[in-house]
C-alpha cells in the first residue's frame, strides 16, 4: 500500500485529497498545524495524523523521522493569506505567506528528500491568481506563481522523484464558507470568467491531483484546473 502524507489535509482541498485517497487505497497521513483538527479527520477515514507546520522547520523534521520507513507522496496545499495592496504590506506576514507557499515547501523537500521512495511524487498547490494581476492580490500572486518555479526547479533537484503543481481558479472547497451570503456572488462571478460557465468543484482538483499521484511520466510541470479563466478577458 502506497503512503501519502497530505500538509495541510486538515481542512478545505486538503481534506478532500486525504478523503479520495482513503477511500483509494492509499495509507494516509494527514499533516496539519492544528494536530487535534487533523486527528480528527483521520479518525473517520482511517488515517494517521501528524503535526507538521510549513511555519516551524522543526516539525517538519520531526514528521519526516516519524516517517522514515517511507513515503510515497506528498501533497501540500498550505497557505497564508495577506491580501493587501503593496503600500500596506506588514513584514511578518509577507514572510508568512512566501513560507507557506514556497519556503516550507523547500524545507519539506530538504527533510523528506531521503524519506521519498524513487518512484513517488510531490504535489504543490498554486493558483490562478499568479496568472491574474490585481490590486491586493500583490502577495498571493507572486507566492502562487513562484509555485510553479518551485515544481520545475525541485522536480530536477529530487529526480526521479516526481514534483508537480495544481494550479486551481475559484473553487467551492468549503473555504469561502465564511463569507455567508456573499459565497453565493463571488461563485457567479467567477463562473462567468471563464471558459466553461462554471465555478470549480472541489473534486475537479483531487481528480488532478489523484492523476499526478500516478502520472508516472509527468514532472515539472504545472496543471491548471481553472476552466481557462486565466486566458479570457475580465
Not at 507538521?52 to 514528521?63: F, K
Amino acid at each position: 500500500m502506497e503512503r501519502i502524507l497530505v500538509i495541510g489535509g486538515a481542512r478545505a482541498l486538503g481534506a478532500a485529497v486525504a478523503r479520495r485517497a482513503a477511500k483509494d487505497g492509499y495509507e494516509v497521513v494527514v499533516g496539519a498545524r492544528d494536530l487535534a483538527a487533523a486527528e480528527v479527520l483521520a479518525g473517520e477515514i482511517g488515517a494517521t495524523a501528524v503535526r507538521v507546520d510549513l511555519q516551524d522547520e522543526s516539525t517538519i523534521a520531526a514528521a519526516a523521522e516519524r516517517l522514515k520507513d517511507g513515503v510515497d507522496h506528498i501533497v501540500t496545499t498550505g497557505s497564508a493569506p495577506h491580501d493587501v495592496r503593496a503600500t500596506e504590506l506588514d513584514r511578518d506576514k509577507l514572510l508568512a505567506a512566501f513560507t507557506a507557499k514556497v519556503a516550507g515547501p523547500m524545507l519539506v523537500a530538504k527533510h523528506f528528500g531521503p524519506v521519498l521512495r524513487p518512484t513517488g511524487s510531490v504535489v504543490l498547490f498554486s493558483g490562478v491568481v499568479g496568472w491574474r494581476p490585481g490590486p491586493g492580490s500583490l502577495v498571493k500572486g507572486v507566492t502562487n506563481g513562484a509555485v510553479e518555479y518551485l515544481a520545475r526547479h525541485l522536480a530536477a533537484d529530487l529526480a526521479p522523484v516526481r514534483v508537480n503543481a495544481v494550479s486551481p481558479g475559484v473553487v467551492d472547497s468549503g473555504a469561502w464558507d465564511r463569507l455567508g451570503e456573499k459565497k453565493t456572488a463571488l461563485l457567479s462571478k467567477s463562473a462567468g470568467g471563464t471558459f466553461v460557465g462554471r465555478h470549480g468543484e472541489a473534486d475537479d482538483v483531487v481528480d488532478t491531483v489523484m492523476w499526478l499521484l500516478r502520472a508516472g511520466f509527468v514532472s515539472g510541470e504545472t496543471i491548471h484546473i481553472e476552466g481557462g479563466a486565466r486566458h479570457k478577458s475580465a
